[in-house]
């Protein structure tokens, strides 16, 4: 529970309508007692930090002014949501944040009705916000509708899909632009530059604003001072375009300045049409480690708030690093490659590449289907471009990867990271989906490593094939094969017997072939590692058909026309009559705990493959096997 004597006013307020009990003057002292509990609340718990320290004096101006949860506030991704959620009735939950079971990382309907859009990727905001306001005015209700954005979300094309549309049907609503020049990473782009220049141009705000107060709005005055304020906004304040999109733009102002924020948002609640509000704050506001170090502290683990993050000690390189080496090591070996990612540099593993080849590395913001339409025209021109990108966040282009790439079977590598399940952030960011809608794109190769070796030979594999390749790996650390340093490639579509047994075949794809070895020495199963999605190996899959009483087939992805499936149709197509067990994602979406758990609770550990076996072919497990396991 909440330690009434550290937080006196905090510990009182258990939903938004609590806070408004507190009188304006005490607002500045809440602010200070919800920064103090987030800061000690993630470090004992870890989770999203530096953006939830950026917003907190907004948050409490937000649900101080608007009648939540009947006044809908939308927020853009959810990074920054934490201050929300520990006002709105989840103080004391605030610790379980990403475990099984505790609250979600970010805004989810089914778990408070103040969080009244589920999000978790970006720029999705103004888009809701926009349908809900139209839905209450035709509704005749006049309940108030803002969303919150960051700087970083407004790089994404759909941000602007929604302000172009919200500009034309003018409903009343509110957009703030949160700006803290940062998204995961620093924000990059024309847009990042525009809204610097606006910074910078506070001055000019605030004799604008001094200079309405002293004139009446009518007379040769006043038309002559707005008409200068255009002329000026268009020399001085790029701010012209969110108004020459239909909304009335004011700012920028101070988003830690509680009494000015108060003020501002007071006066545009009342204001017809659509409005946009430019705050500027700081990511990690209020936490002198966070505020210099933005990119370490913007998702931690637990740590010493007195101490800050400790360094980390070392271990099996992860993935996400063997990816990260070999990119180094290729672009060192042929200059036609150039690496592009959607906002993703560090997550991706791209920090050395863009430092050792900067010419060559493209971070395009959050533009995931300008990422791959990129990489696309490249490849027209000679060039050999890899996306790196997260299987989530592929979703997004999914039409630019079949169109632009595939259809027109472009060499272009994609290198997706995050395949399988990913754990603490939950159903948005998992890659349950990926193997389910590459492997049906004509052209297209698709690989899934079963250790890092596997990896980087496959990445080098993708590379050198002539037309689209995706290599697919998961979150965290691999088994701990060792790799090598070279650049070796493996023959496409070729499968691996890891172990040659009886009875029953398990036909393992990616990450799940170290849990399958396990249980195949259990069972005197034989194992394969099948290595490629597409092409399948099927000459093997045709060869043990004919030598198996039945097969298994796993895979860290929906079962729904995954790689399992295609083992299934090949089968089919050949009329080959073959007991199947297909393992993998069931057709249901997976709750937020770490991925070992999510695992478990698939039925995808080593328990649970060996007890799914045992259940429906125990009859074709060999004696041996069954007397050794008791």
């Not at 005055?221 to 375009?241: D, N, Y």
């Not at 705050?279 to 683990?301: F, P, W």
């Not at 992860?318 to 080496?325: A, L, V």
Request: charged residues 25%; negative net charge; hydrophobic residues 40%.
């Amino acid at each position: 529970m909440i330690d009434s004597a550290r937080y006196p006013r905090l510990s009182r307020i258990d939903n938004p309508a609590r806070l408004r009990e507190f009188p304006e003057s005490e607002l500045g002292e809440i602010a200070r007692e919800v920064r103090d509990y987030l800061v000690q609340s993630v470090a004992s718990s870890g989770g999203h930090f530096g953006a939830g320290l950026g917003v907190v004096e907004l948050t409490v101006a937000l649900h101080y002014l608007y009648d939540t949860p009947a006044d809908r506030i939308v927020w853009d991704v959810g990074h920054q949501c934490y201050p929300h959620k520990i006002l709105t009735g989840r103080r004391d939950r605030i610790t379980t944040v990403k475990k099984k079971d505790g609250l979600a990382p970010f805004p989810r309907r089914e778990e408070s009705e103040y969080d009244t859009f589920g999000v978790g990727h970006s720029s999705t905001s103004i888009s809701a916000a926009l349908g809900m306001a139209i839905a209450a005015q035709r509704k005749g209700d006049e309940r108030k509708i803002v969303a919150v954005i960051g700087d970083g979300a407004m790089t994404a094309g759909m941000a602007y899909e929604a302000l172009n549309h919200g500009g034309d049907v003018k409903p009343d609503m509110l957009v703030i632009l949160n700006d803290n020049q940062m998204s995961i990473s620093e924000n990059v782009g024309a847009l990042t530059q525009m809204l610097a220049r606006l910074m910078s141009s506070r001055t000019l705000n605030r004799m604008r604003e001094s200079g309405k107060k002293m004139m009446k709005r009518e007379g040769f005055l006043w038309r002559f001072a707005k008409r200068w304020e255009e002329h000026a906004k268009g020399m001085f304040m790029p701010s012209t375009l969110f108004e020459e999109l239909g909304f009335h733009y004011t700012g920028p102002i101070d988003g830690h300045d509680i009494p000015q924020l108060v003020g501002a948002l007071r006066t545009l609640k009342e204001l017809k049409g659509p409005q946009l509000l430019h705050v500027i704050t700081t990511k990690g506001k209020g936490y002198a480690r966070a505020e210099r170090e933005q990119i370490d502290y913007h998702a931690v683990g637990p740590f010493d708030p007195d101490k800050g993050l400790a360094k980390k000690g070392a271990s099996k390189p992860t993935y996400t690093e063997i990816f990260g080496d070999w990119l180094c090591d290729q672009a060192a070996a042929d200059p036609r490659l150039h690496a592009i990612t959607p906002a993703m540099r560090e997550g991706s593993g791209l920090v050395r590449f863009s430092k050792a080849w900067p010419s060559r590395y493209f971070d395009v913001g959050i533009a995931e289907q300008h990422a791959v339409t990129l990489g696309a025209g490249m490849a027209c021109e000679g060039a050999k471009p890899v996306v790196a990108i997260y299987s989530t966040f592929l979703q997004r282009a999914y039409d630019q990867l079949i169109h632009d790439v595939a259809l027109q079977n472009l060499d272009v590598l994609f290198a997706i990271d995050r395949g399988g399940l990913v754990g603490p952030d939950g159903a948005t960011h998992s890659g349950s989906f990926d193997l389910s809608y590459l492997r049906c794109i004509p052209n297209m190769v698709v690989m899934a490593p079963a250790d890092e070796r596997e990896c980087r030979q496959m990445l080098s594999t993708g590379f050198r094939y002539q037309g689209p390749a995706a290599v697919r790996y998961p979150r965290g650390s691999g088994p701990g094969v060792a790799v090598d340093d070279d650049l070796a490639t493996l023959p496409i579509g070729k499968a691996e017997v890891r172990r040659e047994g009886q009875g029953i075949a398990l036909i393992a794809f990616g990450a799940l072939v170290a849990p399958a070895a396990k249980v195949a020495e259990t069972l005197g199963a034989t194992l394969v590692n099948m290595r490629f999605v597409k092409p399948l190996d099927e000459a093997l899959v045709l060869e043990l058909a004919g030598s198996h009483a039945a097969f298994v087939t796993l895979e860290d992805n929906a079962i729904a026309g995954g790689a399992g499936a295609g083992v299934g149709e090949l089968l089919a197509a050949r009329g080959i009559v073959l007991p199947i067990l297909h393992l993998g994602l069931a057709d249901s979406y997976l709750e937020h705990a770490s991925r070992e758990e999510l695992l478990a609770e698939s039925g995808l550990d080593v328990a649970g493959i060996e007890a799914a076996i045992r259940a429906r072919f125990g009859e074709f497990i060999p004696v041996s096997a069954i007397r050794s396991t008791g």
